[in-house]
T-cell receptor
């Protein structure tokens, strides 16, 4: 069983829809939770990161973490064609010492927003 | 800064040949990571360095894979001999001290025929 599970989709939605992307994880040692966005033939780029359980909002994007359920989500409001990309959840076991950037990724969800 | 620079962008080689992938991290970053991405397995961490020293190479699939970081501005990932199952996109990433974000390069798309 993988430490981080993510439905690879693909997910296709009309422009303006609310998109919900989700990941589950099995290792309670994960402390930092991130969402990366990867456009075709590009490297992943950090979209958002959270540390504690709860919600974090940034424009049209909301990241949600529920540590008790080991479940994280990314919501995209008013989705746009430019949001079409692969979204990868990622986690870090601890914040100190040599663990920075040692990301464990989900499989990635391919999202297409059509006009 | 130009970001993390990887070369080559594309590499096609024959089975059994040696392949060397190169990476220049962002100046001032002291962590460097090599990832491999495939459709089947997603993004996997192969190895990472801190201050040019390999810290964890448990993700390196086999002895055919090796990585070096001779100085703070350069790293290589070598596959010798290469096999078709090594075909993937290889990413290099770097991060700064005390920062959780890793910055990725554009990747090297490797095809072994």
């Amino acid at each position: 069983q993988k430490e981080v599970e993510q439905d690879p989709g693909p997910l296709s939605v009309p422009e303006g829809a609310i998109v919900s992307l989700n990941c589950t994880y099995s290792n309670s040692a994960f402390q930092y939770f991130m969402w990366y966005r990867q456009y075709s033939r590009k490297g992943p780029e950090l979209l958002m990161y959270t540390y504690s359980s709860g919600n974090k909002e940034d424009g049209r994007f909301t990241a949600q973490v529920d540590k008790s359920s080991k479940y994280i989500s990314l919501f995209i409001r008013d989705s746009q064609p430019s949001d079409s990309a692969t979204y990868l959840c990622a986690m870090i076991r601890n914040a100190g010492g040599t663990s920075y950037g040692k990301l464990t990724f989900g499989q990635g969800t391919i999202l297409t927003v059509h006009p | 800064d130009a970001g993390v620079i990887q070369s080559p962008r594309h590499e096609v080689t024959e089975m059994g040949q040696e392949v060397t992938l190169r990476c220049k991290p962002i100046s001032g970053h002291d962590y460097l990571f090599w990832y491999r991405q495939t459709m089947m397995r997603g993004l996997e961490l192969l190895i990472y360095f801190n201050n040019n020293v390999p810290i964890d190479d448990s993700g390196m699939p086999e002895d055919r894979f090796s990585a070096k970081m001779p100085n703070a501005s350069f790293s290589t990932l070598k596959i010798q001999p290469s096999e078709p199952r090594d075909s993937a996109v290889y990413f290099c990433a770097s991060s700064a001290p005390g920062v959780t974000e890793a910055f990725f390069g554009q990747g090297t798309r490797l095809t072994v025929v």
